[in-house]
């Protein structure tokens, strides 16, 4: 098993920032590629952000050039940094683990934009 755990969240203003960290602990399996999830009430969890072990990246079209995923391997950690936030990026943030075992979820981590 993967325990993964998110930190960072938080209430801030529109315009500000915020960075959310993901740690998978407690594992034996090797760590593939670490990705950020978003889900609101009453709509489905949408992707956010991925990065691969060789740092390849990809975002979800509302986030690019707003939100930048990065990760350090050695900690088995990756990172959220959220800037220009809107009120509409207002949710329950989860991370996302691969292994060679599977996926694993962590909690989540809110983040409420106010207006």
């Known amino acids: 098993q993967v325990k993964v755990v998110e930190s960072g969240g938080g209430l801030v203003q529109a315009g500000g920032s915020l960075r959310l960290s993901c740690a998978a602990v407690?594992?034996?399996?090797?760590?593939?590629?670490m990705n950020w999830y978003r889900q609101t009430p009453g709509r489905q969890r949408e992707f956010v952000a991925s990065?691969?072990?060789?740092?390849?990246?990809n975002y979800a079209g509302s986030v690019k050039g707003r939100f930048t995923i990065s990760r350090d391997n050695a900690k088995n950690t990756v990172y959220l940094q959220m800037s220009s936030l809107k009120p509409e990026d207002t949710a329950l943030y989860y991370c996302n683990v691969g292994t060679s075992y599977g996926y694993f979820w962590g909690q989540g981590t809110q983040v409420t934009v106010s207006s």
């Open positions: 407690e594992t034996i399996f090797s760590i593939n590629d």
């Open positions: 990065c691969s072990t060789d740092g390849t990246t």
